[in-house]
């Protein structure tokens, strides 16, 4: 492990890798980790990744997680290198650089926002670096969107899984004015969205809870109107049997994680237990499918897929 002379120091870890995997990494670590920061400088054929960590005690934690993404891709993990850098606000500058994001007609920000220009959009301050779910991710865009296209919809009831940074669950809260819950398997996950949700959800709507799946009490009990999914494809197939149960009779359930190649299996899954593609949305290599049981108005739901 590498040491630190001094807290005014932070370690950058570098690999290559082929561009085609840049995502699944980025998308991989961010999942997986606290107060991660990851650029790409992508090039023709090779991408390097740089990952900036404050925090020293993360740097064996972030090279498991490398070695496990690459052998769930079934790919030769990388050689990853490190350096030390002293700037004691390093990171931080670098956050500070991170600008809202606009996705339709709602806006993250990395910090409070009162800007009167913003005043007939949603706002949600985000800080970047925390738990996935900043609203830069193709998959979390890709939700937003999906949740936006179906304003229209009844929601009651909202149920988050992989809630991360609570993005997806405050969004839902903003839209419908409805009850949420933010469920997470990561501790860690669940202390960062219980920070954004005492910072965004000044009506007490959200509900951050630490479940492995739908297991938790407070879940498998009630029905839900609205379920979203951004997680890996390999956990939304082998969770769709304790999605579908929890999912009323006509609700909408939002899954994300995916890349276009993995919808056939996903959409198989959720077939299985009585689900149909609503729509479809694909950002750049990654989809965001919304299913539901029959039932769900069509004609509202305007066109079948959207592509950017």
């Not at 991660?36 to 090779?46: D, E, G, T, Y």
């Not at 925390?130 to 609203?135: C, I, N, Q, S, V």
């Not at 991710?137 to 949740?147: A, D, W």
């Not at 951004?230 to 929890?246: A, K, Q, T």
């Amino acid at each position: 492990m590498t040491q630190l002379q001094n807290d005014e120091c932070i370690l950058c870890l570098n690999f290559k890798v082929l561009t085609d995997f840049t995502d699944i990494y980025i998308f991989g670590l961010e999942a997986q980790m606290e107060s991660l920061v990851c650029v790409a400088l992508n090039k023709p054929r090779h991408s390097i990744v740089t990952i900036f960590l404050e925090d020293l005690s993360l740097e064996t934690k972030v090279l498991q997680c490398i070695i496990n993404i690459a052998r769930v891709n079934n790919i030769a993990p990388p050689r990853v290198t490190s350096k030390i850098k002293k700037s004691s606000s390093f990171v931080g500058a670098n956050i500070s650089k991170f600008k809202s994001i606009k996705v339709k007609n709602f806006r993250i920000s990395p910090a409070s926002s009162h800007d009167p220009k913003t005043a007939s959009q949603f706002i949600l301050n985000i800080p970047a670096g925390m738990a996935f779910g900043t609203g830069s991710h193709e998959t979390t865009r890709g939700c937003l969107l999906s949740m936006q296209y179906f304003k229209w919809f009844n929601v009651k009831r909202a149920l988050d899984l992989g809630c991360g940074s609570g993005i997806l669950a405050l969004a839902a809260a903003r839209l419908w004015s409805c009850k949420v819950i933010a469920a997470d398997n990561d501790p860690v996950a669940i202390d960062v969205a219980e920070k954004n949700i005492s910072q965004n959800d000044k009506l007490g709507l959200v509900r951050a809870i630490l479940s492995a799946g739908c297991q938790h009490v407070t879940i498998r009990d009630k029905k839900f109107d609205l379920v979203t999914a951004n997680i890996f494809s390999g956990e939304l197939i082998s969770m769709s049997g304790e999605i579908s149960r929890v999912v009323s009779p006509r609700g909408l359930v939002v899954l994300s994680g995916l890349l276009f190649y993995q919808e056939a299996g996903v959409l198989s899954a959720y077939r299985r237990h009585g689900f149909y593609l609503l729509r479809r949305i694909r950002i750049g290599d990654w989809s965001t499918l919304v299913v539901s049981r029959p039932g769900i108005n069509h004609k509202k739901a305007n066109q079948l897929s959207t592509f950017f």
